[in-house]
């Protein structure tokens, strides 16, 4: 199906553990994005990615790593997980043209 | 400093009331803003798209409104429903090439049968 697709949905892991979370779009968007969302802070950027092999930091990188080898898939990875990164993190993919995101479910990570 | 500020936070009203959800931004320069819905346990989804030229655009039961002069946006919200219930998030999306996003913290609203 046509989409952007997180995964997992849910994790749980524990403190100083490597965690990937995969996204993956069907649409050839250029730009893929990572974003985490806590209560009271809204949606904030953490990479993003303008094409293959071309990746930014956004608001808060720190403790995050990303790659983008193919245009399709934007992995995420907490390299040591620490209990300040338990959040919902969205995938999103866009148009330039227009300014418009689109965004995976979500997936919701818990650092014990 | 690029900012977007919604209000209010919240919002509790009843089923088939009309309701209106601000948005302020000071960003520069301005390409366009974008109003998403986002439902419990969902990602956001674009309702309407406002240009710098546009005053007014309807989406269904959902208008929003654009008024560049004063840098400020509104989204009514008619006759609601209770799956209206969701949080609405303001983005201004920057005219400065690639693909530069400043978003609102939302304004949960909360529509009660």
């Known amino acids: 199906d046509a989409g952007i697709t997180q995964s997992p949905r849910y994790k749980i892991t524990e403190t100083g553990r490597q965690v990937t979370l995969m996204c993956h779009q069907t649409?050839?968007?250029?730009?893929m994005f990572w974003y985490r969302q806590d209560l009271g802070h809204g949606l904030r950027l953490i990479y993003y990615s303008a094409a293959a092999d071309i990746t930014d930091k956004g608001e808060v990188p720190d403790g995050y790593v990303v790659s983008r080898s193919k245009t399709e898939n934007f992995p995420l990875t907490l390299e040591s997980a620490t209990r300040s990164q338990t959040s919902v993190y969205f995938c999103?993919?866009?148009?330039?043209?227009?300014?418009?995101?689109?965004f995976g479910e979500g997936s919701r990570l818990t650092v014990l | 400093k690029n900012q977007v500020e919604q209000s209010p936070q919240s919002l509790i009203i009843l089923e088939g009331k009309n309701c209106t959800l601000q948005c302020n931004y000071t960003v520069s320069p301005f390409s366009n803003l974008r109003w998403y819905k986002q439902d419990t346990g969902r990602g956001p989804v674009s309702l309407t798209i406002?240009?710098?030229?546009?005053n007014t655009k309807s989406n269904g039961r959902y208008t929003a409104t654009l008024d560049a002069d004063t840098k400020q946006s509104s989204l009514h919200i008619t006759a609601s429903q209770l799956s209206d219930s969701a949080s609405y998030i303001c983005v201004v999306i920057l005219n400065t090439g690639g693909f530069k996003t400043i978003f609102g913290a939302g304004t949960r609203l909360f529509v009660k049968a």
């Open positions: 999103a993919s866009g148009l330039p043209n227009t300014g418009e995101l689109f």
């Open positions: 406002m240009t710098f030229s546009e």
């Open positions: 649409w050839s968007h250029s730009y």
